[in-house]
Each structure stands twice: as structure tokens, then as C-alpha cells.
């Protein structure tokens, strides 16, 4: 089982040997302050900004949804501006709730490169935890990583309505847009018919760290996860389903994740919409 997170003591250990990990501000909320503004007010030192909607993603479309998965040789050309090297460790944080970390952590990890963790607890797990904040932006020298897609699986609209017939298609969204109840910013409201509502802030605990992997494994195996099996899993744009991926692969689970998720589905009229519990 690869080690999906890493605490905030830990990290302080880390950043003090000769060869610290390499650090990403991946800060960003939907409808919310850009997150630039927030790394330039206090962020982790040494931390490099990662901007989720032009680096982790390609430009939304109808079609690929809000925020398709990013064309390799981009995403290579913006880890190298990161700095990051073949050879690194790499750790991601964000300051709500590690969602837009855990996305930066599975992109890396479609594209090949998979040794990186998010921060448990994210930016204010790290500040409770004693750890200073610097201001100055962090420029760091180009970096020769080489990234290339398809090294997780994952899944296309037509996969994604297979998997709901065939085995557990798990809907991270709030419970009142999986029952369609509303929809702030997707075309139609409701979801994939066959899907099985995991609101991703069940994974976490009262204080924004991941739950034990115990806790987890219990919580996907009364959902109906198979023991050790694929679990596939889609929210409304591919962001929060890579939080529920790493809590999955913590609780022992294969995630497979539809990066398109409810914004490219309920984009395609021809596509069914269930409402409801």
C-alpha cells in the first residue's frame, strides 16, 4: 500500500534532514478567493504554488467537464517550473480540507510520478502543529521530471455507467446534489443512476485529518466495497473523487477514478439522471 499522507510533526523531521521533500501549495476552492492570494499571505517554507485550474487541469469543456485531466506535456512543463526532479519526494497541502491536494496527489500519480503524500490536516494542521509560515514566493530552478498519462486507472462517461451496473460507482458529492435536490453548478441536477452516495467529508475527523485506515475501510465496506477490490468513484468535477481515491487506497482499495465526473455527465443530454436516495 503506498503511504498516502504525512503528518505535520513528520514533515517537520523531514524538512530538517539533508534531503527535505519538495513542498506544494495547491490552494484553490471552487467559487472561492484565488489561491495565489492565500499562499502569498503565509505558506509553508520553501512551498511552490501550484494553480489547479491552469496546471492540474485542461480548459473545461461540454464535453470533458469542468476540469479535465491536464495533457501530459503541460503538466510535465509545470512540475519542471515547480522544480521537481525525477528523484524527489514531494508532499501537497492545501488549507480546506486537503480536496485540492488530494488532486494534485492523484494527477502526479496518473502521470507516473508517485512518490508524493498531502499533509494531514493540510495548512492548519501544520500551523497547530507549531510550524512556521514564510511569505516570499518561491522560485525554484526547472526541474527534469518526466511525466506521461495512464498510470492509474480510470474511467470515461461509458465506463463510468458500465461500472454503476457492474460493481460500486461511488458519488463523493453532498447528499443533497446526489439526491438532486439542488445544483449550483452542473447543467442537470441528481446522478449517475446505480451510484452509491460517499460525501467526501466522512473521510476525515473533526480536527481536517484523514480518519484511521480501519475507520476507513469499515466506512467503504458497509457501502458495499468489495475486501481489496476496485472501487470507482466521481463527484462533480474530479477534484473532491481524488480525496475519496486516497482515502480509498488508504482503507486498502483500488480507486478508479471518472475524471469527468457529474459536470461532463449531466452535460450529455443522453445521458440518464437518477434523483433520490
Known amino acids: 500500500m503506498p503511504e498516502v499522507i504525512v503528518s505535520a510533526a513528520a514533515l517537520a523531521e523531514e524538512l530538517a534532514s539533508p ?3 519538495r513542498l506544494l ?20 517554507p520553501g512551498a511552490v504554488y501550484v494553480d ?9 469543456t461540454p464535453a ?3 476540469h479535465p485531466l491536464p495533457d501530459p506535456e503541460v503538466l510535465q512543463r509545470a512540475a519542471r517550473r515547480w522544480g521537481l526532479r525525477q528523484d524527489d519526494q514531494v508532499v501537497v497541502y492545501d488549507d480546506y480540507d486537503s480536496m485540492s491536494a488530494a488532486r494534485a ?36 530552478p526547472l526541474g527534469d521530471v518526466v511525466l506521461s498519462s495512464g498510470h492509474l486507472p480510470a474511467l470515461d462517461a461509458d465506463g463510468a455507467a458500465e461500472w454503476a451496473e457492474q460493481g460500486l460507482l461511488l ?3 453532498a447528499p443533497e446534489r ?60 474530479g477534484v473532491s473523487a481524488a480525496h475519496q481515491a486516497a482515502a480509498l487506497t488508504m482503507a486498502g482499495y483500488t480507486p478508479v477514478l471518472y475524471p469527468g465526473s457529474w459536470s461532463q455527465w449531466s452535460s450529455d443530454p443522453e445521458r440518464p439522471v437518477a434523483t433520490g436516495d
Do not use: K, M
Open 64 to 66: 470533458e467537464g469542468r
Open 25 to 44: 501549495d495547491v490552494r484553490w476552492q471552487l467559487g472561492g478567493p484565488p489561491g495565489i492570494d492565500g499562499y502569498r499571505a503565509g505558506h509553508l
Open 178 to 237: 446526489f439526491r438532486g435536490e439542488v445544483e449550483p453548478w452542473d447543467p442537470r441536477a441528481g446522478h449517475i443512476p446505480g451510484a452509491v452516495n460517499a460525501p467526501t467529508g466522512q473521510n476525515l475527523g473533526a480536527d481536517g485529518t484523514f480518519l484511521p485506515p480501519d475507520a476507513l475501510t469499515a466506512r467503504f465496506a458497509a457501502l458495499g466495497a468489495p475486501a481489496g477490490g476496485q472501487v470507482a468513484v466521481y463527484c462533480g468535477s
Open 105 to 140: 496527489w492523484w494527477t502526479l500519480r496518473w502521470a507516473g510520478f508517485d512518490r508524493v503524500r498531502i499533509l494531514d490536516g493540510g495548512l492548519a494542521g501544520w500551523v497547530a502543529a507549531g510550524g512556521e509560515l514564510d511569505q516570499a514566493e518561491v522560485h525554484p
Open 171 to 173: 458519488d463523493a458529492r
Open 19 to 21: 534531503r527535505p521533500p
Open 52 to 60: 489547479l485550474e491552469t496546471e492540474l487541469a485542461s480548459h473545461a
